[in-house]
């Protein structure tokens, strides 16, 4: 299983980004995907998840109605959309997916820094 993501970066109090993660090494249409995200000094934390065939997903209240999560299954990626960005937002955001052994596979993480 490999996880890569990217898409991170600088961007100002109220911009957007949108991070993508693009799987390999698994039958990415069967599972669900989440991002989590880890700001300096917190644990890490669920932003968003999204099910194997993209019809539901769900938001941690930090970011409801803010971020969106989607996924294209030919692709192979999932994607954040990152609106309204706040300082609180910063952080390393991570894709994730488990295994049904409940193994959790990780990417690298991109940094997404909101500063003005």
């Known amino acids: 299983v490999l996880l890569v993501e990217s898409g991170g970066g600088l961007v100002q109090p109220g911009g957007s980004l949108r991070l993508s993660c693009a799987a390999s090494?698994?039958?990415?249409?069967?599972?669900?995907m989440r991002w989590y995200r880890q700001a300096p000094g917190k644990e890490r934390e669920l932003v968003a998840h999204i099910s194997s065939g993209g019809g539901s997903t769900v938001y941690s209240d930090s970011v409801k109605g803010r971020f969106t999560i989607s996924r294209d299954n030919a692709k192979k990626t999932v994607y954040l959309q990152m609106n309204s960005l706040k300082p609180e937002d910063t952080a390393v955001y991570y894709c994730?997916?488990?295994?049904?052994?409940?193994?959790?596979?990780w990417g690298q993480g991109t940094q997404v820094t909101v500063s003005s």
């Open positions: 994730n997916t488990r295994s049904d052994r409940g193994r959790d596979y």
């Open positions: 090494g698994f039958t990415f249409s069967n599972y669900f």
